[in-house]
């Protein structure tokens, strides 16, 4: 089973690691190396089975790959999940064994942080290797970045679907309002949209005025112009969609949809859908210009991180001009960087 997975997502390495000492399970996938070093975050979760953990990490490491070469990087994908309760399992000990683990790659992999991963974690990891990238000394957390990008794809997403880029008035719905989704709140509000959130963390939901709030099994089919996912993936499918009550899609998570089916079916419902590795690259453009610059520019990484906009356009005609969906013009546009 586990070779049918990497002959289907066509994977180089995949690398199980275990050390009892400090209850470290982790899986490191290394997906494509053939514009650069693999980068991609490490994930702290605690899967329902070892087969959710490889699952996920296949699809998000390949997912790395394409998100890194659409948004113009010399680097490769890869990506790491962590199995288990990050409040219970994670302490310096931990993260220095697993950073050793990221060290025996050699450079073929460079981790970064993810869902329960800090700036801070990766600097203990930085301890054991210097294959890491978004310790606090250097470019740190990537979540503002990420959460501009988003807003830039957004108003790309926007030009299209309404006729102006301009997002005032606008009604969108945020799901996850942490470090990415809270930032992207501000943005929108800035900006005179209107606000519709929900997340399981009620502490969260406090930070963000002047905003309808709505419960977790609500906000995927709030009535609003623009859906914004910035929690965890796979929340759209072919049997679920029929329900959305939005007209475009745009957000931080990744892997939103389970399938691509999903996107041919959003395709056929006249719903913009924006990839989320084209709109969600700010994170990963601002810990890969760490990597691939040798040195650290914030100004060179806002930059960068605002082309998403034009990216997201690009996407956008693409699609038009082959008669596909967005998620299947990303793909071609991606491959073509790579091949």
Same mark, same amino acid.
């Given at each position: 089973?586990?070779?049918? &997975? ?6 180089? #390495?995949? /690398?199980?690691? #275990? ?31 070892? =087969? ?13 790959? $394409?998100?890194?070469?659409?948004? @113009? ?5 890869? &990506?790491?999940?962590?199995?288990? !309760? ?6 310096? =000990?931990?993260?220095?064994? %697993? ?8 450079? &073929? ?15 203990? /990891? ?7 990238? *978004? ?15 988003? %807003? /830039? @794809? /957004?108003?790309? *997403?926007? &030009? =299209? ?8 008035? +606008?009604?969108?719905?945020?799901? @996850?309002?942490?470090?990415?989704? *809270?930032? $992207? ?13 929900? !997340? ?6 406090? +930070? ?36 959305? +009550? ?41 810990? *890969?210009?760490?990597?691939?610059? @040798? ?14 906009? #034009? ?23 991606? %491959?073509? #960087?790579?091949?």
């Amino acid at each position: 089973m586990i070779f049918e &997975k990497l002959n289907e997502y066509e994977h180089e #390495q995949v /690398m199980f690691v #275990q050390d009892k000492s400090v209850g470290l399970r982790a899986i490191i996938a290394v997906h494509n190396t053939v514009r650069g070093p693999a980068l991609g975050g490490t994930r702290f979760f605690d899967y329902a089975s070892e =087969e959710d953990a490889l699952f996920d990490v296949l699809r998000l490491s390949r997912g790395m790959t $394409l998100k890194n070469a659409a948004a @113009g990087l010399n680097l490769g994908g890869g &990506k790491a999940v962590i199995i288990g !309760d990050s409040k219970k399992l994670k302490s310096r =000990e931990f993260l220095n064994s %697993y950073g050793r683990f990221i060290d025996s790659l050699g450079g &073929k992999y460079y981790t970064a942080e993810d869902v329960n991963i800090s700036s801070q974690d990766v600097a203990h /990891m930085n301890e054991t290797t210097k294959y890491v990238v *978004g310790t606090p000394e250097v470019s740190g957390d990537p979540g503002p970045f990420t959460a501009r990008g988003v %807003y /830039m @794809g /957004m108003k790309a *997403g926007a &030009k =299209e679907k309404f006729g102006t880029d301009s997002l005032a008035g +606008k009604t969108i719905a945020i799901q @996850g309002i942490g470090s990415v989704g *809270g930032r $992207l709140c501000k943005y929108l509000a800035e900006e005179g949209a209107k606000l519709i959130i929900s !997340d399981v963390n009620s502490a969260a939901l406090q +930070k963000v005025e002047n905003a309808t709030v709505v419960s977790p099994e609500e906000i995927v089919f709030s009535e609003c112009d623009i859906f914004a996912p910035c929690a965890m993936g796979a929340v759209l499918n072919v049997n679920n969609v029929g329900n959305l +009550k939005c007209k475009l899609i745009a957000g931080a998570a990744n892997n939103v949809l389970l399938d691509i089916e999903t996107g041919d079916k959003l395709t056929q419902m006249g719903i913009l859908y924006l990839p989320d590795y084209i709109v969600n690259a700010g994170g990963v453009i601002n810990c *890969g210009m760490e990597v691939s610059a @040798g040195h650290y520019d914030v100004n060179a990484v806002n930059a960068k991180v605002d082309e998403i906009y #034009q990216t997201t356009q690009k996407i956008i005609s693409l699609a038009k001009e082959k008669n596909i969906g967005t998620h299947r013009a990303a793909d071609e546009y991606a %491959y073509a #960087q790579i091949n």
